[in-house]
């Protein structure tokens, strides 16, 4: 691991144990237990269709400043009116200009799942998503040892998670099936391809589609970076996507609710006759 996800997973690594100095890891974890049961992060996006994930994102490392968004609850709530399948929420403070409370406010918004996005390197990470009512968290095979992912993979079953597990070359992709068979996680395994390399910060726009036959049919797979226009859903949708993970698209239009709408509808997997009597 180098460039920027070492750097950023640096960076949690100390934001954690900050957070762990002010709330032991057992009294984190009965707080959690006491929130409701969150939705299913895996169900939400199964279907014939292309489920679009879409993201609360103020800026990122390669970009810089992308969107104004004063109230990520709203933002959620319009992306739901859009079709949204589920919801993601970067919490990563340094690069993203994320926290915790944007996940407090959209979990509490909108009964869609919400996925906790950031670099959890750490068990505490996933009982914090659990108590900010987070459906799911991001797990990147890159910034994690094999035995770390499968030990985070099993907290995220303990605390009634689901896992999208980030994968960006094919031997990643093999880890991530690997991590979730030795972790004997329940449900569907939810496996990202990310077009964009991490250490780099580059994006590869066929990265989904040379990848996505190392992911067993059993899987959902999900394509995450470079999903800006509903031609982008079109390709990947062809290419085999279950789901697409869109950001910048998203908090930067003018109308979030009609954004998303436009990338449903060019995600269903419908013949023209079927468009016709739907």
């Not at 340094?94 to 906790?116: E, I, K, Q, Y």
Request: net charge negative.
């Amino acid at each position: 691991m180098s460039g920027f996800l070492a750097q950023a997973c640096a960076q949690a690594r100390e934001r954690t144990a900050r957070a762990h100095e002010a709330l032991a890891l057992g009294e984190l974890c009965d707080r959690a237990r006491r929130c409701p049961r969150p939705p299913s992060f895996a169900a939400a996006l199964r279907g014939p269709d292309v489920a679009v994930i879409a993201e609360v994102k103020r800026a990122s490392p390669s970009r810089g400043h992308l969107a104004i968004i004063p109230d990520a609850g709203a933002l959620a709530r319009a992306c739901a009116d859009g079709g949204a399948a589920a919801i993601s929420v970067l919490t990563e403070p340094a690069h993203f200009a994320g926290s915790m409370d944007d996940l407090v406010d959209v979990a509490a918004a909108t009964p869609l799942p919400a996925l906790r996005k950031d670099f959890v390197i750490d068990a505490y990470q996933v009982w914090e998503a659990r108590a900010a009512g987070a459906a799911a968290v991001l797990l990147i095979v890159a910034a994690l040892e094999q035995d770390d992912l499968v030990a985070l993979l099993r907290t995220t079953s303990e605390a009634e998670l689901g896992a999208l597990v980030e994968t960006h070359e094919t031997h990643e992709v093999a880890r991530a099936i690997g991590a979730f068979e030795a972790a004997g996680a329940r449900g569907q395994p939810v496996i990202g391809i990310n077009a964009r390399d991490l250490t780099t910060l580059d994006v590869d726009p066929h990265r989904f589609a040379a990848l996505r036959g190392a992911v067993p049919e059993t899987a959902i797979a999900v394509a995450e970076s470079g999903v800006r226009e509903p031609a982008d859903v079109r390709r990947l949708a062809v290419a085999g996507a279950d789901a697409v993970l869109v950001g910048e698209a998203v908090g930067s239009s003018s109308d979030p609710a009609a954004a998303v709408r436009r990338l449903v509808i060019a995600g269903r997997r419908r013949d023209d006759d079927q468009e016709r009597t739907a």
